[in-house]
């Protein structure tokens, strides 16, 4: 939903008949992208690793039946605030919780406490999301239970049905680790196709620039988001503000931004401090469900959306 420096800070200017033309090309969506290929993935309650601190905005015409990200149709700029790795910390995650604005906490399902936080988030009236454990790159624990490449099909159905058990309340769910995993469009749609039923919404946590997870999710008519910022790469409050300054920019230049942080204390800290002066300047805050109706991302299974980047 979401390398190099930003094409767009070092534009020329554009001559007036080139503008008329580049604004005849519709749809256009903006993505913000790292490369995450070649990494590893942190531990649990880690946050995980950004190639470069400063994403680049590329613009890239959407093909007809790939489903592209319409700008809302209104000047406000909103922020989807998500929450991982929620579970393992009771204590943080109703410090989450108290933060005053629409969100989505992102539930590990081996969290003991998971299916409690799962109603208590619930009743909140923000989005529950299964923070699904997958292989990553490398030799980093995703936890137990993992979606794994090496498992049968009945595995992965029964895996992911297990862990939607353990976060009933969830609306959807993003991957946890899974920089391997997501990269296997074969085995994200199987496990995805375990749960389509409940027309559950997948947020691409984009741990990887190969991820699939987003043109798999599209290819089964689920609703699909993607993450366009990481807060606390760096767990440090000036770092933190630096994020979310960005993610404030992206979404007035677009419409919206989808960003992920975790329950440090750090980062609820700045968030605690940013949200009330954000929204003073205009910013609204959304679920990942009020922003995916807002979008109306949603497109009709095809092959071209399965082997879509």
Request: charged content about 20%; cysteine-free.
């Amino acid at each position: 939903m979401f390398s190099a420096t930003s094409q767009a800070e070092n534009a020329a200017p554009v001559a007036p008949a080139a503008q008329a033309e580049r604004s005849a090309r519709q749809p256009v969506r903006a993505q913000r992208l790292h490369d995450y290929s070649a990494l590893t993935e942190s531990a649990a309650l880690e946050a995980p690793v950004e190639i470069a601190d400063v994403p680049a905005i590329s613009l890239a015409e959407a093909a007809p039946d790939v489903a592209s990200a319409p700008v809302i149709g209104d000047p406000v700029p909103r922020i989807a605030i998500v929450i991982d790795d929620v579970g393992l910390d009771v204590a943080a995650a109703r410090r989450a919780l108290s933060l005053d604005v629409p969100m989505s906490l992102a539930v590990l399902p081996y969290a003991e406490a998971a299916p409690d936080l799962s109603a208590e988030i619930a009743a909140s009236g923000r989005d529950v999301l299964l923070h699904m454990p997958m292989e990553p790159v490398g030799l980093a624990d995703p936890g137990p239970h993992a979606l794994r490449l090496g498992l049968s099909d009945p595995d992965l159905a029964a895996r992911m049905r297990w862990a939607w058990a353990r976060v009933p309340d969830a609306v959807g769910l993003n991957n946890h680790m899974g920089s391997r995993f997501t990269a296997d469009p074969r085995s994200m749609r199987v496990a995805l196709s375990a749960i389509a039923e409940r027309n559950p919404l997948f947020l691409d946590s984009l741990t990887t620039g190969e991820s699939r997870g987003r043109a798999v999710a599209d290819g089964l008519g689920l609703r699909a988001l993607q993450r366009d910022i990481f807060l606390d790469h760096v767990i440090e409050p000036g770092a933190i503000e630096a994020r979310l300054a960005e993610a404030e920019d992206l979404a007035r230049e677009r419409g919206w931004a989808v960003v992920i942080g975790h329950p440090h204390d750090e980062t609820l800290d700045v968030l605690k401090a940013w949200l009330g002066e954000a929204q003073d300047r205009g910013v609204s805050f959304v679920t990942l469900t009020t922003l995916s109706d807002l979008l109306q991302v949603r497109s009709q299974p095809t092959a071209q959306n399965l082997s879509a980047p």
